[in-house]
């Protein structure tokens, strides 16, 4: 499966989200496949993120490959995870379009996030595109209701919603300063943060 992770707009953890959800697919699938590298992570951002975030904590579990939307990538993956830049251009979009199982849009439950992830659906709707779905991360803890308000909003809007979200949690900024994921962070909050990408990564299989 290819799946973009993408979206108008930054710091709303689409890079945690390519990150944490390529890792969750190496783990995943590692003990059927024949090869011990299995999922394949593109850093297509320009901003380098995911390449940092991995060279802070190599070795890295994940092969993280530096490049752009368009570049083919090598084979022998049976997943790549492609972190896109925060505004790609209506080229790059419409081929991460076309050689994408799974367009992925994280947002955060604040109002300038839903109206640029707004700017991306409209922009995947005028081309056809409509294997995607938003995934709500950095969403606050109960009683905070910011999280529940924005899902009722993209719901009456009828667009495509993951059914699991990304609670919002201080490990993520710890995780990407030692260069690991959360999963390898000892505190009970991170196992939390992991079991939320766990789900939606069970949720992309499914």
């Not at 925060?86 to 076309?98: F, G, K, N």
């Not at 050689?99 to 849009?105: G, I, Y």
Request: proline share 8%.
């Amino acid at each position: 499966m290819n799946i973009a992770v993408l979206g108008f707009k930054g710091g709303v953890g689409k890079t945690t989200t390519a990150v944490h959800l390529a890792l969750y697919l190496q783990q995943r699938c590692a003990a059927q496949a024949s090869t011990p590298q299995v999922s394949l992570l593109l850093d297509a951002d320009p901003n380098r993120s995911a390449s940092r975030w991995a060279e802070r904590g190599s070795p890295f579990p994940v092969k993280v490959l530096a490049g752009d939307p368009t570049m083919s990538t090598p084979g022998g993956f049976q997943h790549t995870l492609i972190d896109t830049p925060a505004r790609p251009t209506p080229e790059q979009l419409s081929l991460l379009a076309e050689r994408c199982e799974l367009l992925l849009l994280p947002c955060s439950p604040d109002a300038l996030a839903l109206d640029a992830l707004m700017l991306t659906v409209n922009a995947l709707d005028r081309l056809g595109a409509k294997h995607y779905k938003v995934l709500l991360t950095l969403v606050p803890p109960w009683p905070n209701r910011d999280g529940a308000e924005a899902r009722s909003f993209l719901k009456q809007a009828g667009i495509p919603l993951c059914h699991h979200s990304i609670r919002r949690t201080v490990a993520f900024q710890r995780a990407a300063l030692e260069g690991v994921c959360v999963n390898q962070l000892p505190d009970p909050r991170a196992k939390q943060a992991w079991s939320d990408y766990v789900a939606v990564g069970e949720e992309i299989l499914s």
